[in-house]
């Protein structure tokens, strides 16, 4: 799925867009046949903006395994819930 994060990178926020597949838990209990291995979280940075200003060219620096790292944080936070939301449930 493509999605857009924000990270704070070095003091400055900056949106990455992505293309993210979360990892998915395998299985490895009863037959044989109804397991599966684990598969890990794929992750491709397309782009990286502050503001209107493209910042791209970051994707060719050595501070490109920061930026997977702190992009793959942001992918896997839990969104944020309304709370209001969810007191409206009970």
Same mark, same amino acid.
């Given at each position: 799925?493509?999605?857009?994060?924000?990270?704070?990178?070095?003091?400055?926020?900056?949106t990455? /867009?992505v293309?993210?597949?979360p990892? *998915?838990?395998?299985?490895?209990t +009863?037959p044989w046949e109804? @397991? &599966?291995? /684990?598969?890990?979280?794929?992750l491709? *940075?397309?782009?990286v903006k502050q +503001?209107?200003?493209?910042? @791209? &060219?970051?994707?060719?620096?050595?501070?490109?395994?920061?930026?997977?790292g702190?992009?793959s944080?942001?992918?896997?936070?839990?969104?944020?819930?309304d709370?209001n939301?969810?007191?409206e449930?009970?």
């Amino acid at each position: 799925m493509r999605i857009n994060v924000v990270i704070n990178f070095y003091g400055q926020n900056l949106t990455l /867009d992505v293309d993210f597949v979360p990892a *998915i838990a395998g299985k490895y209990t +009863g037959p044989w046949e109804d @397991s &599966w291995p /684990d598969e890990a979280e794929e992750l491709r *940075i397309i782009s990286v903006k502050q +503001g209107d200003q493209d910042l @791209s &060219w970051l994707l060719e620096t050595a501070l490109l395994d920061e930026l997977y790292g702190k992009a793959s944080d942001a992918c896997n936070e839990p969104p944020e819930q309304d709370l209001n939301e969810s007191m409206e449930r009970f």
